[in-house]
């Protein structure tokens, strides 16, 4: 297949080719709208206050209206009766009588029988009264041009009696589904089925930033019919998003409709993931050729198309907050491309910790769990773990505070902890990544991560964790908590078609094998040890799931006969379940977190009787 991208133009050359096109004869729409309905808008023009405010003296207090040379000689020592025609009563916002110019406050008078009132202090003009034009005065410029309007500043033009303003149009941004394997969101999709997602992220990312936006119905791949529906889009709207229309692949025709229609200034960017993208306009409308993988469409949103909404909406692109932290694993980068790394985060001490997630581009869960991005610059072979990087943040900084890192071997527990924190209303979230039971002790030991989800075999003993703890932590830095036992087995088929009864039996078969460091890795290479078995008999021996859930998933998808794995798993896809053994799933705790207010509040839901009632509907666990 013949790749026909343009170049490898870095980011900020890319962007800046985009823009100059974009901005060339572009002029933006405005429109006037009730003052009322324009938070989040833009003033074409300076706003001038139309009456002043207050529009009439007006009382800033409940009290009584006075003529304050009536009260001069009133004191403590003197106080002085005021006969009703000497005061009017008022509540705050009143209009002040105009044979008054003074408030007296309601708690500085005492009524003195009948209706004369006692006062023991003097006012002077104008006191407690909200004078004509003490906030706004008619003529005053309320705000500037090209100002965003916040709700302080839409309620400023309202009390100025603007009831009507003039601000720049909302982007109009279309988007485009393209493909004959792309299909509506369904619960059951035939295979080879794709289901189409991509337009729900990303119509909902231009809808926080403030757009218009119009999905069309999914385009197969058919030159003409694309053609004609991107030049109706580009007739109608401000820029134009075609979704998997940026590749280089058979059946691409983006990048050649718009250079047919209008110009191409860019097709492959320095990035990884989001090389493929495409820009270019057609008439006055922006056109971006996103991937079809939402990874790498999603970076290309954040980077070019967020800037290009605020553009259009003549705003001043958000600026982004950034931390900076000590980076939790090691992560190997090519030198062709500026990549983006999607990290999670939490504080452990007073410094910030960035875990890396799975890098795939195609892998959208990995920005549903992502906290922040790190950029790996262009021309760099990579970050070493514990180097400080920046970090882009997707979650509010108080939120990452909060955050208990969890780090290690897999397991649906820690996903049901967090469930019941949420559901508890207490002030923590488990952030977790997968990293083996290996990784649990070295984060633990770098202070990495709070807790560390570990089940290990010492194959000399048959005991779980504690001698890999005492032998790689000395007891100092980390202490054992008692987990859970749960029940390991191969997970096979539903019907076991292959005819499996015990371990012995998998020579031949299809193999999904966990990663290396993981525990279930551990007792697998143990088993086939004591079967006498070869590793490289093995069909599928150094192919790597990453978690429990994946394991299985591949056995009911038919990519594999079995694997070994937890017996929830199992449940969780049907399969059928052979029990080999029953295991110790334990966390490490790390000894400067134990004493804290999110550890206890891990601690509540980990002995809590609702977890156990929930592990116990997954089966395959046992407490005590």
């Not at 003529?67 to 003197?78: G, I, Q, V």
């Not at 004078?131 to 005065?137: F, K, T, V």
């Not at 500043?153 to 589904?177: D, H, Q, R």
């Not at 939120?399 to 019941?420: F, K, M, Q, R």
Request: charged letters at 25%; aromatic letters at 8%.
């Amino acid at each position: 297949m013949k790749h026909n991208y343009l170049d490898n133009i870095p980011l900020e050359e890319a962007k800046q080719r985009f823009f100059d096109l974009v901005k060339k004869d572009f002029s933006h729409k405005s429109e006037e709208i009730p003052t009322a309905a324009s938070v989040g808008r833009v003033l074409t023009e300076a706003a001038y206050a139309k009456i002043c405010c207050p529009h009439y003296n007006a009382s800033a207090m409940d009290g009584i209206a006075v003529k304050a040379r009536d009260t001069y000689t009133a004191s403590e020592s003197s106080p002085l009766i005021l006969s009703p025609d000497k005061y009017t009563v008022v509540d705050t916002g009143d209009p002040i009588p105009e044979d008054k110019d003074a408030v007296i406050m309601v708690e500085d008078i005492t009524f003195e029988g009948g209706k004369n009132v006692k006062i023991m202090a003097s006012v002077h003009p104008f006191q407690n009264v909200r004078q004509i034009g003490e906030d706004i005065c008619m003529g005053d410029m309320i705000a500037p041009s090209y100002t965003e309007i916040t709700p302080p500043l839409c309620g400023a033009m309202l009390a100025g009696g603007i009831t009507k303003v003039s601000v720049f149009k909302k982007p109009s941004v279309a988007i485009i589904p393209t493909g004959d394997e792309i299909v509506p969101p369904t619960e059951n999709p035939r295979k080879g089925d794709i289901i189409e997602f991509n337009s729900s992220i990303f119509s909902g990312m231009l809808k926080q930033w403030g757009t218009d936006t119009r999905v069309y119905p999914i385009i197969p791949d058919k030159k003409e019919l694309l053609e004609a529906t991107v030049k109706d889009a580009a007739d109608n709207y401000d820029a134009v998003l075609v979704l998997a229309g940026s590749s280089a692949g058979r059946d691409d025709y983006t990048c050649d409709i718009i250079k047919k229609l209008g110009t191409v200034c860019v097709h492959g960017i320095a990035i990884k993931p989001g090389k493929p993208a495409v820009l270019g306009k057609i008439g006055n409308a922006a056109l971006v050729g996103l991937p079809g993988y939402p990874v790498s469409a999603i970076v290309v949103m954040r980077e070019i198309v967020k800037e290009l909404v605020a553009f259009l909406a003549c705003k001043k692109a958000e600026k982004e907050q950034t931390i900076t932290a000590s980076l939790g694993k090691r992560i190997v980068s090519s030198l062709k491309y500026r990549e983006y790394m999607r990290v999670t985060l939490g504080k452990i001490g007073n410094s910030y910790v960035a875990v890396p997630l799975p890098r795939g581009a195609g892998i959208v869960t990995s920005f549903t769990k992502a906290d922040g991005l790190i950029a790996v610059p262009q021309n760099s072979e990579g970050i070493e773990q514990g180097e400080q990087v920046e970090v882009t943040l997707l979650t509010a900084k108080e939120d990452i505070e909060s955050s208990i890192i969890v780090t290690g071997s897999h397991d649906p527990i820690i996903d049901e902890i967090n469930d019941l924190m949420k559901i508890k209303g207490l002030p923590f979230s488990l952030s977790s990544s997968h990293v083996g039971s290996m990784g649990a002790l070295n984060a633990v030991r770098a202070k990495q991560a709070h807790l560390g989800g570990t089940h290990l075999l010492d194959t000399q003993t048959g005991e779980y964790n504690k001698s890999y703890v005492e032998k790689y932590l000395d007891g100092k830095d980390a202490t054992l908590i008692k987990g859970i036992g749960r029940i390991q087995g191969l997970m096979v088929q539903k019907g076991n078609p292959k005819g499996i009864k015990g371990f012995e039996d998998i020579v031949g078969l299809r193999y999904a094998n966990r990663q290396l460091g993981s525990g279930t890795r551990i007792l697998f290479d143990y088993l086939l040890k004591s079967h006498k078995i070869d590793k490289e008999s093995i069909d599928g021996y150094r192919n790597e799931e990453f978690t429990h859930t994946a394991v299985a998933a591949q056995i009911a998808g038919g990519n594999a006969d079995c694997g070994l794995g937890i017996y929830s798993a199992a449940q969780m896809y049907d399969l059928d379940f052979i029990e080999i053994t029953v295991e110790e799933y334990d966390f490490i705790v790390n000894n400067d977190f134990a004493g804290t207010p999110a550890f206890a509040a891990f601690e509540e839901i980990f002995k809590s009787e609702e977890l156990k009632e929930r592990m116990r509907r997954m089966g395959g666990y046992r407490f005590g």
